[in-house]
């Protein structure tokens, strides 16, 4: 067996072992299929929801926005998060009504790394009315990154500068802190409301820890085994993934039902899916999705080339994703 089709197999399996979807591997392997694992069909087909950021959606009004997405094939939206969450979320909930689309998550920075403990609280409870909004908005949760940036940090009470070599040694405490404390502490909440905490793994030189999708499924698992139930999640992102991961089936198979949302973005600028041609190839990630029975939603994080047409290019994007969601 190849190297790839190791790994692949192994990230398969990781559905049993990761997410406890015992189902989704039958006992043993056949000799015949390469040593891949035999895999039975999700209680539920996956579905294809394509998704927009708020400020990427043509229109100025509410309603404008959620009126484009109905006639252009968009099944969700994902909101901002912060005081545009708290403001707009009963409008959004009242304009939403009546309408064959449903809320993703909300995303927003956020940063639970800080080498002070009253900041590290101090961004819990931002976010727990946030949650609060979330569940009544029937969401599968709040995207949040755990630790962001790489550089030196200051303690503003004492103006001690800690050097980022010193901090790399201090992540493993960081990311213990975010699982037993902060993390814990939102995911109980976001439990509490219907919904959930969703981690975002990052790209190297943005994060120091939570790059894989696998990771943060993990991480998610040891959440939630604290708190006996889903209040943590995760999410992949197509062009995060490029990068960190070696390829796109395996992480999405292998997070299972704890993958609750999905970045897309073409795979060279970071823009709209279709810009950077044959390069922008999803194919091998929406059979990951297939297997799993995903249900949440796609969602375009992404730029516009200079001088385009947003509304042609967002039109080519669903018929190409589209395509290749039939091939996969």
């Not at 790059?211 to 999640?233: E, F, K, P, S, Y």
């Not at 970045?263 to 929406?286: C, E, M, T």
């Amino acid at each position: 067996m190849k190297r790839r089709e190791f790994l692949t197999a192994s990230a398969v399996a990781g559905v049993a072992a990761v997410c406890g979807t015992q189902r989704a591997v039958a006992q043993g392997a056949n000799p015949a299929d390469n040593g891949m694992p035999k895999l039975t069909p999700p209680e539920k087909p996956a579905q294809l929801n394509l998704c927009l950021q708020w400020g990427m959606i043509p229109g100025g009004e509410m309603k404008q926005k959620l009126d484009f997405l109905e006639a252009n094939g968009y099944q969700a939206v994902e909101t901002p998060s912060g005081d545009w969450l708290l403001n707009e979320g009963e409008k959004l909930k009242a304009a939403m009504e009546g309408r064959k689309l449903f809320v993703a998550t909300a995303c927003g920075p956020s940063e639970f790394s800080y080498i002070e403990r009253e900041k590290r609280d101090a961004e819990v409870a931002k976010f727990l009315p946030q949650l609060e909004v979330l569940g009544m908005l029937k969401s599968p949760g709040l995207i949040v990154c755990p630790a962001r940036g790489m550089g030196d940090r200051k303690i503003e009470a004492t103006g001690e500068v800690i050097k980022a070599e010193t901090l790399w040694m201090n992540m493993r405490d960081l990311r213990r802190d975010f699982v037993e404390n902060t993390g814990k502490r939102l995911a109980e909440h976001a439990l509490k409301h219907g919904t959930s905490i969703v981690l975002e793994p990052l790209r190297r030189g943005e994060t120091p820890f939570l790059r894989q999708v696998l990771d943060g499924a993990v991480m998610a698992r040891d959440i939630n085994n604290q708190i006996g139930g889903t209040g943590a999640t995760v999410m992949g992102d197509f062009w995060h993934m490029e990068q960190e991961e070696y390829e796109f089936f395996g992480p999405f198979a292998g997070a299972g039902k704890l993958l609750t949302h999905v970045h897309i973005a073409s795979l060279r600028k970071r823009q709209i899916p279709g810009v950077d041609g044959d390069a922008d190839n999803y194919v091998a990630g929406f059979k990951g999705l297939k297997l799993i029975g995903y249900q949440g939603a796609v969602s375009l994080e992404g730029g516009v080339p200079r001088d385009a047409n947003k509304e042609e290019l967002l039109a080519s994007m669903v018929r190409l994703l589209r395509e290749q969601w039939a091939m996969a």
